[in-house]
């Protein structure tokens, strides 16, 4: 199974001039400048700004790296429905030093979160705990529909996750055909992974592979 991907966005949208001002000395390489734009929207509820004050602690961008203090930004923002922030928060859970069994419930909460807001990744990232075991019971089948559902969406790790299952799981939904399918659009997306296991399915199936 693939690992489980971090994915951390700069938000690029402008909704006032002091937000795109922050955006501007973020990309320049102005951090200093940039958190304190950001944050004086964040104190006063932006939801993105919040954001991003978040991920600039999180990723010590022109600051010490503070993932408590990342954390309540994303916590503050995720509150408001802003998805990216439900994820980035989860991923901090899921992969905290020391982690306890409530740190894992609480990753949990946050993709599930993440999820209801339509990131696709966090349908991937709850799937790979579950197929796991991960802090949870191991469940392949809830696995493999939060899989599915990710990668229907076009999510190209899910898509080369359901591709495994498919093509190497249970033989309750073993399908190679949609293993090849799936895999094939991976690598449309340019998904390292799957040539790799695109050419181990058609050496074991050559009859699912176009010749």
């Not at 010590?60 to 995720?78: C, F, H, L, T």
């Not at 419930?105 to 991960?134: C, F, H, P, R, S």
């Not at 992974?193 to 074991?204: F, H, N, S, T, V």
Request: net charge positive; hydrophobic share 45%.
């Amino acid at each position: 199974m693939r690992k489980i991907l971090w994915i951390c966005v700069l938000t690029v949208l402008v909704w006032s001039n002091e937000f795109g001002d922050a955006v501007n000395n973020y990309n320049r390489g102005n951090y200093i400048k940039a958190l304190n734009s950001f944050y004086v929207l964040a104190k006063q509820g932006d939801a993105e700004a919040q954001f991003n004050v978040g991920l600039i602690y999180a990723k010590g961008k022109g600051v010490k790296a503070d993932i408590a203090e990342a954390m309540q930004w994303y916590e503050k923002s995720a509150d408001q429905g802003y998805g990216a922030a439900a994820y980035n928060l989860a991923l901090l859970y899921h992969f905290k030093e020391k982690r306890m069994p409530e740190t894992m419930a609480l990753a949990i909460k946050w993709y599930e979160t993440a999820a209801k807001l339509n990131v696709m990744q966090a349908y991937n990232n709850l799937a790979a705990i579950y197929a796991k075991g991960d802090g949870v019971p191991k469940n392949k089948k809830k696995a493999f529909v939060l899989f599915s559902k990710a990668a229907q969406n076009g999510d190209a790790a899910a898509q080369v996750n359901i591709a495994q299952l498919y093509a190497w799981g249970d033989s309750i939904i073993r399908d190679r055909k949609k293993a090849y399918e799936y895999l094939k659009k991976a690598e449309a997306e340019g998904q390292a992974q799957a040539p790799i296991y695109l050419d181990r399915l058609c050496k074991e199936s050559p009859d699912v592979c176009p010749r």
